[in-house]
């Protein structure tokens, strides 16, 4: 895999975007609690590459990362960000456009295991996905 920094791409990238690993209303992170908090301790260092990799990927403008092969959009709005560190991980969520800069919003974590995202990860991200915009409002 490439270098994702700014020089990578030749270009002053414009709207940069954060990603936010959202809490439910207990305040415990979906992705912590269902994935990462899951990692046995060997695993330390795929959980230090998720988040190395998310921040290099963070570099790039919002379209750039589209246009890439790390975000891909599945149905309802809904986002999966692919990553691969050693093993095939992947994140469900959704990009809000209410901000000054792009927010991916994530709502679901997994180990990648067959080639179609479970429907049951897709079902969390939905709820999960209506839960947040009753609360914030609905995304543009």
Excluded at 17 to 45: M, N, R
Aim: aromatic fraction near 10%.
């Amino acid at each position: 895999m490439g270098d994702l920094s700014d020089s990578s791409l030749g270009t002053t990238l414009p709207d940069l975007w954060t990603v936010d690993f959202a809490s439910g209303p207990d305040g415990i992170c979906y992705a912590d609690k269902e994935f990462l908090d899951g990692l046995h301790s060997q695993d330390h260092v795929t959980f230090e590459r998720v988040f190395d990799r998310i921040n290099r990927v963070t570099a790039w403008d919002i379209d750039s990362v589209f246009r890439s092969h790390y975000l891909k959009p599945i149905d309802n709005g809904l986002v999966e960000l692919r990553l691969s560190v050693g093993s095939e991980v992947r994140f469900l969520g959704f990009v809000s456009y209410d901000a000054p800069s792009p927010i991916l919003y994530i709502v679901c974590g997994f180990r990648k295991k067959s080639q179609a995202i479970p429907d049951r990860h897709i079902r969390h991200a939905l709820e999960r996905k209506q839960l947040i915009e009753s609360i914030r409002g609905p995304t543009k």
